[in-house]
């Protein structure tokens, strides 16, 4: 079992930055590979970000290539998402997930859920 813990979410205008974290605790964190996902009103949940459990590769979706790193602290069983140049429609509740195999985009492989942090980007 796998305990997940964002925080970091809050307002912020467009263009600006925010930076989640994601505590886990429990089962030995090095061997997840971790994600982030996130869901506006109305729409789906959808893959953000996830870096490997093995390799450390990273990987995102193309509406915040650029704009978004994602990084771990394994010493710290900590994740983190760094959103910089931030847009209105980056405005949702962001969750961290864990996943005892590869970085997936289908929210159905993952294995544990944070209970998410609102980012709200103003116009």
């Known amino acids: 079992q796998v305990q997940l813990v964002e925080s970091g979410g809050g307002l912020v205008q467009a263009g600006g930055s925010l930076r989640l974290s994601c505590a886990a605790s429990?089962?030995?964190?090095?061997?997840?590979?971790m994600g982030w996902f996130r869901q506006a009103p109305g729409k789906e949940r959808e893959f953000v970000s996830g870096i490997s459990r093995t390799t450390g590769n990273t990987y995102y979706a193309d509406s915040v290539k650029g704009r978004f790193t994602v990084s771990r602290d394994n010493a710290q069983n900590t994740v983190y998402l760094q959103m910089n140049s931030q847009k209105p429609e980056d405005t949702a509740v962001y969750y961290c997930?864990?996943?005892?195999?590869?970085?997936?985009?289908?929210?159905?492989?993952?294995?544990?859920w944070g209970q998410g942090t609102q980012v709200t980007v103003s116009s």
């Open positions: 429990g089962r030995t964190f090095s061997s997840f590979s």
């Open positions: 997930a864990a996943n005892s195999g590869g970085v997936r985009a289908d929210s159905k492989f993952w294995d544990y």
